[in-house]
């Protein structure tokens, strides 16, 4: 399997079962509807895990086009491979977003809030508030990367650090997921957003694309400081990188301050990710 089938298989699959959690527990007549927060936490905390069991010896189990560009950024991959990696990683989240529309393909005509059939796709902020939601998905990736980086650094038995990291996005899902939904993945959302712009979905609503962007550029910035930062205090190897990233990443919290709230796009329940 080259890296790029890799990629494009452990994202399909990461999104079969984290979208797939987030429609058993918010589409109607489902026998999981209601059953909460922990459940679609634990789904993408496991979904993360068996996704990359499944492909990290072909690709290394990126999953996720902020966790490449931040190993790009701080030296520890090709940037050669970025943008492959990055189309398999989109283009496996828009299959298997379509997977998980054709498993529920009776639920959707059960279920009659627009808002919840977009939130089994896409990430949407519980309170509107641009540079807060940018903050957070900041948050939640720059600890997504720097705990990938620390547990790598860790010796375990053989095979255990897929199981490991699962529970890392259990515990941001569960500590700071509440705020947008963790997208804390561009892939994640961005390619199931598109796939319900696509899809033939009963009764589904606009996919909320003022607030799309949010969940692309929150992860990318956050994902940077964490490697970045990874290696400054664990490794003692500051670049000039970092500085570039936080004047970056300051200046974009402070663009997204003077919109005033303007395209944060609505509150959608039940949604999540990685």
Same mark, same amino acid.
């Given at each position: 399997?080259?890296?790029?089938?890799?990629?494009?298989?452990?994202?399909?699959?990461?999104?079969?079962?984290? @979208?797939?959690?987030?429609?058993?527990?918010?589409?109607?007549?489902? #026998?999981?509807?209601?059953?909460?927060?922990?459940?679609?936490?634990?789904?993408?905390?496991?979904?993360?895990?068996?996704?990359?069991?499944?492909?990290?010896?072909?690709?290394?189990?990126?999953?996720?086009? +902020?966790?490449?560009? @931040?190993?790009?950024?701080?030296?520890?991959?090709?940037?050669?491979?970025?943008?492959?990696?990055?189309?398999?990683?989109?283009?496996?989240?828009?299959?298997?977003?379509?997977?998980? #529309?054709?498993?529920?393909?009776?639920?959707?005509?059960?279920?009659?809030d627009p808002s919840i059939k977009l939130g089994v796709f896409a990430t949407s902020p519980a309170v509107?508030?641009? $540079?807060?939601?940018?903050?957070?998905?900041?948050?939640?990736?720059?600890?997504?990367?720097?705990?990938?980086?620390?547990?790598?650094?860790?010796?375990?038995?053989?095979?255990?650090?897929?199981?490991?990291?699962?529970?890392?996005?259990?515990?941001?899902?569960?500590?700071?997921?509440?705020?947008?939904? #963790?997208?804390?993945?561009?892939?994640?959302?961005?390619?199931?957003? &598109? @796939?319900?712009?696509?899809?033939?979905?009963?009764?589904?609503?606009?996919?909320?694309?003022?607030?799309?962007?949010?969940?692309?550029?929150?992860?990318?910035?956050?994902?940077?400081?964490? $490697?970045?930062?990874?290696? +400054? &205090?664990?490794?003692?190897?500051?670049?000039?990188?970092?500085?570039?990233? &936080?004047?970056?990443?300051? @200046?974009?919290? +402070?663009?997204?301050?003077?919109?005033?709230?303007?395209?944060?796009?609505?509150?959608?329940?039940?949604?999540?990710?990685?």
């Amino acid at each position: 399997m080259s890296p790029f089938l890799g990629e494009l298989v452990g994202t399909a699959l990461l999104i079969i079962f984290g @979208a797939g959690v987030c429609a058993g527990v918010n589409l109607k007549k489902s #026998y999981a509807a209601n059953s909460g927060w922990i459940v679609i936490t634990m789904g993408w905390g496991l979904a993360v895990a068996i996704a990359a069991y499944a492909v990290g010896q072909y690709s290394g189990a990126h999953l996720n086009p +902020a966790l490449t560009v @931040a190993l790009a950024i701080s030296g520890d991959f090709p940037w050669d491979d970025v943008l492959m990696y990055v189309i398999a990683q989109v283009l496996g989240a828009m299959i298997g977003a379509a997977v998980v #529309y054709l498993h529920y393909w009776p639920h959707w005509k059960e279920t009659d809030d627009p808002s919840i059939k977009l939130g089994v796709f896409a990430t949407s902020p519980a309170v509107p508030n641009v $540079s807060a939601n940018l903050l957070s998905e900041m948050i939640g990736t720059f600890v997504l990367v720097l705990g990938i980086l620390a547990i790598g650094a860790n010796r375990f038995a053989d095979g255990l650090n897929p199981f490991i990291v699962g529970f890392l996005i259990i515990a941001i899902g569960l500590s700071l997921g509440g705020t947008t939904g #963790y997208a804390i993945n561009p892939a994640r959302d961005f390619g199931p957003r &598109l @796939a319900h712009f696509l899809l033939p979905i009963p009764g589904k609503g606009p996919s909320n694309w003022s607030y799309a962007w949010v969940p692309i550029i929150g992860p990318l910035l956050g994902g940077a400081l964490g $490697s970045l930062v990874y290696k +400054a &205090l664990f490794l003692g190897k500051t670049s000039a990188a970092l500085w570039g990233v &936080l004047i970056a990443a300051a @200046a974009v919290l +402070a663009g997204a301050g003077m919109m005033k709230g303007k395209g944060a796009g609505s509150a959608v329940a039940g949604r999540r990710s990685v």
